[in-house]
């Protein structure tokens, strides 16, 4: 593991890498200061998708033949995964922001910037394909 509180930017002096550091401490602190509200949404998607998962495996339990509880259990097992995978990469994405920001570490505040690219390029596929699926689904109503 690196450590973060004293990485060494290469082929800089000691007077320039404390002005990096500085700088970003500074750019870090709104991430920083917004990392418990990360933390926080990152626990409710976990907490809602163990929840989706319960009543996705009692949709099921309470099923019998084909029916909209089955799909909609069948569903939330298939795709609960996702929304603790986007909590686990806010938690990372927050820890890294606040590490930044205390350490002043350069790899600290691309991890954070990474984690939030992570987080928005998930998202958008998921919207995207859910828009799909939606014009899809509404295009089978029009044709019955």
Known sequence: ???????ELPGRNSEDQDA???EIKRVSAPLARGSGWMRFIGVL???STVAMWVFGVIALW???GPSSWQWQ???ALAL?????WLGVILFRAASAASAAHSSGSPRRLFDA???LRRLFTILG????IGLVLLVVSMGFLVVR
Request: aromatic share 10%; charged share 5%.
């Open 1 to 7: 593991m690196v450590d973060t509180q004293h990485e």
């Open 20 to 22: 990096i550091s500085q």
């Open 45 to 47: 998607l976990i907490i």
């Open 62 to 64: 309470l099923s019998v």
């Open 73 to 75: 259990g069948i569903f």
């Open 80 to 84: 609960g995964w996702i929304p603790i």
């Open 113 to 115: 910037l990474n984690g």
């Open 125 to 128: 596929v998921a919207y995207a």
